[in-house]
């Protein structure tokens, strides 16, 4: 089944910046992919169009059976559901506990407060914070709060995980571990797509891996992973 379809797709920014050029490609449920180039090749643009943070300056998007560029205003929320992102800049609430960062999103869909304390509990255990759920974010470090937002982007089991370099303030092998942690949560259905510039994490944990250069895409191939 098709969850994300790109035709003919081009981004071109304000100042004529072209981020992405003329991407064709459609992604399956249960697919794990890697978004990787360098610096400036659109990785970032991919995940926003995706997201429909961004819209296309040419083309169609297909998202979970929606057009994109047809989406109306009012559904996006509904339509963003369906997503877990991470990305850059995630914000995580300062005046909330770590619990109540998390627990927002299942609030937010109605879930019982039973159902809750027990997804929330679950999936700071994944992520190994379960000791830190009453701190507050400026307590923790850079790479805790990125393990929050992750932790944030999953607790709803969505459809597509999307995430923007999640690793990039984590030591090796704790990155390690959060991959591992998406790599168990692709098994259960969701479809990942993970922009990053580490190689040796793509080399170990395998995947699909579409390579942009300069808007475009160069290459996508699939590795299955292994140990040195
Ligand atoms: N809001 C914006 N306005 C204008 N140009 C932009 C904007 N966002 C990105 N760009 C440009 O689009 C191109 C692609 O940017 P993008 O952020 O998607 O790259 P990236 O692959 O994620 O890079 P990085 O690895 O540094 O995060 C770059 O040339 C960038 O300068
Ligand atoms: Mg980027």
Request: aromatic share 8%; net charge positive; charged share 25%.
């Amino acid at each position: 089944m098709e969850m994300i379809k790109f035709f003919n797709v081009a981004k071109v920014y304000e100042g004529n910046n072209l981020a992405i050029d003329n991407a064709t490609l459609s992604i399956e449920k249960g697919d794990f992919c890697f978004v990787t180039g360098p610096s400036g090749a659109g990785k970032s643009t991919f995940l926003k169009l995706i997201l429909r943070q961004e819209l296309p300056t040419k083309g169609q998007i297909l998202v979970l059976g929606r057009n994109l560029s047809k989406l109306p205003m009012a559904q996006i929320p509904d339509f963003r559901r369906n997503i877990g992102f991470v990305f850059q800049d995630f914000k995580l609430l300062n005046r909330k506990t770590i619990y109540e960062n998390v627990a927002i999103v299942l609030q937010i869909l109605g879930t019982s407060f039973r159902e809750q304390r027990l997804h929330v509990f679950e999936i700071l255990r994944k992520v190994g914070l379960q000791h830190k759920l009453k701190s507050f974010p400026p307590m923790l470090s850079g790479g805790e709060q990125q393990r929050v937002a992750i932790a944030r982007a999953l607790i709803n089991k969505p459809a597509i995980l999307l995430a923007d370099e999640p690793t990039g303030n984590l030591d090796p092998d704790l990155s390690l571990e959060i991959m591992e942690i998406f790599k168990s949560i692709n098994r259960q259905g969701t479809t990942a797509v993970i922009a990053t510039h580490d190689k040796e994490l793509i080399r170990l944990i395998g995947g699909r891996i579409i390579c942009l250069d300069r808007g475009q895409i160069v290459d996508d191939y699939t590795i299955v992973g292994g140990k040195k």
